[in-house]
């Protein structure tokens, strides 16, 4: 069954670095997201991607992030400045179109911020 | 003001009981309502989405939802130990001029044997 997956598992990095978490969603999939998960507290939505341009973000996302499609098959979200309250795992996911809201989620990618 | 409320539980159930999740939320303009699913150490896993006033059924779960009251449930009818995860609720609610999902902090539920 096709899955989406997200590299690398885990991430540690230190503060002020830049990080580039990586996706590759389902193939026939054209909406992307990812969300956030501090360690304890609730997922938070970052941003959905459509047609290579930004669809909705919330507040959380921030001039610090980006997202890019830089081929047919990855999704990345790039943050530029770490900082320790970036430490989150941070969740990948897709839709196949408009009319479903069934998004399939990646595994996570941990983020430590040291 | 808390978007999306959940009591964080635990509720506990025996296997074979009905489990009674409850979600408040705050926007009245929220369109969409959704429970997910997360087990620990996992990614959430959308079990039901619900749009208009109503239950709504899919085996062994049913959402409801009363837009007047601002408040969705879920019930997972014979709960089994397998059931025992984390119950995110989420909604879409306005931000700005595009509506965005929302989730709560989840409900704890674990079903003993």
């Known amino acids: 069954e096709p899955e989406v997956t997200q590299t690398p598992s885990h991430q540690v990095t230190q503060m002020g670095q830049e990080v580039i978490l990586r996706c590759v969603p389902i193939?026939?999939?054209?909406?992307f997201y990812w969300y956030r998960q501090i360690l304890g507290q609730k997922v938070e939505f970052l941003v959905s991607?459509?047609?290579?341009?930004?669809?909705?973000k919330s507040e959380i996302f921030d001039d610090q992030f980006s997202v890019e499609r830089p081929d047919g098959s990855n999704f990345t979200l790039k943050i530029r400045s770490t900082k320790l309250e970036d430490s989150a795992m941070y969740f990948c996911?897709?839709?196949?179109?408009?009319?479903?809201?069934?998004?399939?989620f990646g595994p996570g990618t941990r983020l430590t911020v040291l | 003001q808390k978007e999306v409320e959940q009591n964080s539980g635990p509720l506990s159930v025996p296997e074979g009981a009905i489990a009674s999740l409850n979600c408040t939320y705050s926007?009245?303009?929220?369109?969409?309502f959704f429970w997910y699913r997360q087990y620990s150490g996992k990614s959430p896993e959308l079990i039901m989405s619900?749009?208009?006033?109503g239950d709504k059924e899919d085996g062994r779960f049913t959402a409801q939802l009363n837009k007047a009251s601002q408040y969705v449930s879920l019930l997972i009818r014979d709960s089994q130990p397998s059931d025992s995860a984390t119950y995110l609720c989420?909604?879409?609610?306005?931000?700005?001029?595009?509506?965005?999902?929302?989730f709560g902090r989840g409900t704890s539920l674990i079903v003993h044997p």
């Open positions: 193939s026939n999939h054209l909406y």
């Open positions: 926007d009245r303009g929220s369109q969409s």
């Open positions: 991607f459509y047609n290579n341009e930004i669809s909705e």
């Open positions: 619900i749009y208009s006033n």
């Open positions: 989420a909604v879409r609610r306005r931000s700005g001029g595009s509506y965005i999902p929302t």
């Open positions: 996911a897709s839709k196949t179109g408009p009319d479903t809201d069934t998004q399939y």
